[in-house]
């Protein structure tokens, strides 16, 4: 690769020159992290479930690629997607697609291992082939081969379908059948904008999208009746919140001075406002746990001043505080108090939140462990499950040492993570 001391970055030729050489650079290092996933992998094979059927919570098999693949065990993933900086989750996702390939795909493999082959795309026509019988992925590898450096997402859809009706026409005709399985109304409520707004999306049959199209524009054209002065697009958004909390449109009972009534909606919200240097990310915005954003605070007094909001106040925690327990049961309180500081599960790179998890005694409570906040820390069911059964062990920082929250991981193979409320970093 060229260096960009010896270069003239203001000349476009050397830009191109650089930023070539780069992309060569990047794609050969993510070849060969995506090799050594798939090696990983097939250097993991599963152990007899009969271990794990005797005992709950120890390590499963996990079938993470196609039928006719090597299940592997289940705990390998974690650790191989923390060395590389991934969630749980997302390292499943990236070992499965290079198994799904060098298991399954052995062409196509091969040309990835040639470097002919991003891994970008590559991982697309694994992903693509996971549902296939091994009949149909053959004949997808035998026709993709030649050109997978070059199809695209629609060329490889093709294909897999081709291949599907081919090889299995009663598959294709049941996923057919089931196709009113895709219908679904997304609400992405954890990617809120900073003024409160998220978006939605949907997929339904045109008869349930028509009616859905009379009865916002019949509930818009009402608001307007009522004097909303907002635009079109932002009253039919309105709509649906009416629709939401009643099964009927805008009702005109009269009460008092004529005025119509309108449907009260229920506000649950876990808000956190912290003046203290340091433990607020988001400045003077409030911190919404539930959908993990920030939430500008006149959004916030907005919906907290409307007389249609019913307003539910929870009681505030001193984070500072230490509590603890005699018994192993976690108190209510106690249990808030851990959710609160950790907020996620704090095994390393993973976002799920603290209060769909575990709360787990980190020094074990049959060896002399306490019911207590410096004790105490959430794990979601998986990773808990981890740290049980499978030798990760981890331990809080000293006080001063990090913010609250921050705990020092060690792995199986003993690499070292640092986890804090700001994320995850190699200790």
């Known amino acids: 690769m060229a260096s960009t001391t010896n270069q003239d970055l203001r000349d476009p030729r050397s830009l191109l020159v650089l930023a070539r050489d780069a992309r060569m650079v990047a794609d050969d290092a993510e070849r060969s992290v995506f090799i050594a996933a798939a090696q990983w992998a097939l250097a993991h094979p599963a152990a007899d479930e009969w271990d794990s059927a005797c005992v709950p919570g ?38 499965g697609d290079a198994l799904e390939l060098a298991a399954r795909l052995p062409r196509c493999w091969r040309r990835v291992e040639a470097g002919e082959v991003a891994v970008w795309r590559a991982r697309k026509i694994a992903q693509a082939t996971r549902l296939l019988s091994p009949e149909a ?71 349930d999208a028509l009616d859905l199209e009379d009865a916002l524009a019949a509930v818009a054209a009402q608001l307007k009746d009522l004097g909303c002065t907002e635009s079109l697009d932002a009253r039919r958004a309105m709509a ?46 409030a911190r919404v746990e539930n959908t993990r954003t920030a939430l500008d605070l006149d959004t916030l ?33 106690l249990r808030e108090q851990v959710i609160l500081r950790d907020v996620t599960c704090v095994f390393p790179h993973c976002t799920r939140p603290a209060r769909s998890a575990d709360i787990d005694h980190i020094v074990p409570w049959d060896e002399g462990g306490s019911t207590s906040t410096d004790n105490l820390a959430a794990l979601c069911r998986h990773h808990h499950r981890i740290k049980t059964h499978h030798g990760w062990t981890y331990e809080p920082l000293e006080p001063g040492a990090g913010p609250p929250g921050s705990y020092r991981w060690t792995s199986p193979h003993g690499q070292h993570y640092l986890r804090t409320p700001t994320g995850t970093t190699t200790a």
């Open 301 to 333: 007094r907005s919906w907290c001043t409307d007389p249609d909001t019913q307003l539910v106040v929870r009681p505030v925690l001193d984070m500072a505080e230490q509590r603890s327990s005699e018994s192993y049961e976690i108190p209510t309180l």
């Open 240 to 285: 649906l919140g009416e629709l939401a909390r009643r099964d009927h449109a805008l009702t005109f009972e009269s009460a008092g001075m004529g005025e119509p009534v309108r449907s009260k909606r229920t506000l649950h919200l876990y808000v956190h406002i912290s003046h203290a240097p340091g433990q607020n990310p988001f400045g003077t915005a």
């Open 58 to 95: 120890t390590e499963r098999t996990l079938a993470i690629a196609g039928q006719g693949a090597p299940l592997v065990a289940e705990f390998c993933i974690d650790e191989f997607a923390a060395a590389i900086g991934l969630s749980s989750d997302a390292g499943h996702y990236y070992v």
């Open 137 to 207: 992925v053959a004949l997808v590898d035998q026709r993709l081969a030649s050109f997978a450096h070059s199809i695209g997402g629609r060329g490889i859809e093709q294909t897999v379908r081709a291949a599907e009706a081919e090889a299995d026409p009663e598959v294709l005709r049941a996923r057919r059948e089931a196709a009113d399985d895709k219908r679904h109304v997304t609400i992405y409520s954890r990617h809120v904008d900073f003024h409160g707004r998220v978006d939605i999306e949907g997929a339904l049959d045109l008869a």
